[in-house]
T-cell receptor, first 113, second 109 residues
């Protein structure tokens, strides 16, 4: 079944740790996105990719980094987590054509102590 | 640039009440318009969409009509249920997806 997956769903970690949030999709979509969202609040685009080896920063500045080595995989990394990084992170994908909707993963709820 | 403005919440309703969430947009091109829904602890799900003027999107009893003359895409449901309690996001897609701030809806039994 075509879908988009995120792991872990919940993560509690101490300050200074390096973390990687995983996102994979089986729909063959070219475009992938990372959003940061406080619960029930506005979404902020932090990274996006239009294909393999293509990554761009989004509207909201973020200390995280991303990579796109394979079409289906778009991991997000924080080299040194801080309490200010506590948030929900949503991954999404979309077909390469314009005007199409994005498909969202279930999200990762990150808490940095 | 493109932007979406939607009605601020929170909105609290009784079961079987009528729901309207206003959404207006600003866009330079001819965007597609979407309503997404987010249930507690989950990601966003597409609720409905419209790709051109006068299109009506509908799903699960929700409807929205793409009004180019008023640049609006208001979401309506005639009789809400407790299970409709969620956050609703209006969005447009011209060259990228732009979201509104979200409206929290709570339906009481």
């Amino acid at each position: 079944e075509a879908d988009i997956y995120q792991t872990p769903r919940y993560l509690v970690i101490g300050t200074g740790k390096k973390i990687t949030l995983e996102c994979s999709q089986t729909m063959g979509h070219d475009k992938m996105y990372w959003y940061q969202q406080d619960p029930g609040m506005e979404l902020h685009l932090i990274h996006y990719s239009y294909g393999v080896n293509s990554t761009e920063k989004g509207d909201l500045s973020s200390e995280s980094t991303v990579s796109r080595i394979r079409t289906e995989h778009f991991p997000l990394t924080l080299e040194s987590a801080r309490p200010s990084h506590t948030s929900q992170y949503l991954c999404a994908s979309a077909p390469g054509t314009h005007y199409n909707e994005q498909f969202f993963g279930p999200g990762t709820r990150l808490t940095v102590l | 640039g493109n932007s979406v403005t939607q009605m601020e919440g929170p909105v609290t309703l009784s079961e079987e009440a009528f729901l309207t969430i206003n959404c207006t947009y600003t866009a330079t091109g001819y965007p597609s318009l979407f309503w997404y829904v987010q249930y507690p602890g989950e990601g966003l799900q597409l609720l409905l969409k419209a790709t051109k003027a006068d299109d009506k999107g509908s799903n699960k009893g929700f409807e929205a009509t793409y009004r180019k003359e008023t640049t609006s895409f208001h979401l309506e449901k005639g009789s809400v249920q407790v299970s409709d309690s969620a956050v609703y996001f209006c969005a447009l897609n011209d060259y990228k997806l732009s979201f509104g701030a979200g409206t929290t809806v709570t339906v009481r039994a």
